[in-house]
């Protein structure tokens, strides 16, 4: 078989970035801009190429459903990232130790140290529900995080909500007297909360599913 064209390469390198930095896929039209592309038509069809070439997996029923395949693993050794608990995606729960993330991991999970390496401390967290489907986050899946207490509207948060002493996962958006934490999934309605009710344990880097990267 041949390999594929330069600029089915362009656009599986840029998959593979996107979802090494934001822990989701891009959507066509982030791939058409990305790649410089004349269309999301011909993004599509070199799209259907790489899946009959068994390099992707498309999902045309959820959004910005592309899973990459038979990568080898990334060079450079292993990792070992301390799992912390459960993480809602769906309606708040609660966590231990009063909302941090500081007692002793569950077990360490390993995962290739590109996926880490230069992004500071980063933690694991097993995920119940499915408010953020769409991303391509399931129940069952484990997020990796970056802790950090700031981050950009539309990135994917660990959010702790202090007066209910919940928290959950879900994408921020910062909105003029309030903060919205929507899910990724229609069929789920999001939540809104006080700015000052609201800190931010780190975001999303990298999603492990069903254990395996």
């Known amino acids: ?8 390469q362009d656009i599986l390198a840029y998959i593979r970035d996107f979802l090494g930095q934001k822990g989701y896929p891009p959507s066509v ?5 990305a790649c410089g592309i004349s269309s999301t038509s011909v993004v599509d069809y070199n799209l259907r190429l790489l899946e009959q070439r068994g390099e992707i997996r498309r999902d045309r029923e959820v959004s910005r459903g592309i899973e990459l395949l038979g990568d080898e693993p990334p060079r450079g050794g292993v990792a070992q990232v301390p799992l912390m608990g459960t993480i809602a995606a ?5 966590v ?15 995962v290739p140290e590109a996926m880490v390496r230069g992004k500071g401390d980063v933690y694991a967290l097993r995920v119940k529900g499915t408010s ?11 997020v ?4 950090q207490q700031t981050a950009d509207n539309g ?6 909500l202090k007066e209910e002493e919940e928290t959950t996962l879900k994408k921020l958006h910062q909105e003029r007297d309030r903060v ?11 939540i809104y909360t006080d700015p000052d009710n609201l800190e931010i344990q780190g975001k999303v880097i990298g999603v492990l599913r069903d254990g395996i990267v």
């Open 1 to 8: 078989m041949r390999k594929p064209s330069q600029k089915q």
């Open 29 to 33: 039209r982030q791939i058409q801009e």
């Open 90 to 94: 769906g309606s708040p729960i609660p």
């Open 96 to 110: 231990p130790e009063s909302g941090t993330w500081t007692a002793s991991p569950e077990e360490m999970v390993p």
């Open 132 to 142: 953020m489907i769409d991303a391509l986050v399931n129940d069952g899946d484990i």
């Open 144 to 147: 990796l995080i970056r802790h």
């Open 155 to 160: 990135e994917m948060v660990v959010a702790w």
């Open 180 to 190: 919205r934490l929507q899910p990724a999934n229609s069929t789920m309605e999001p």
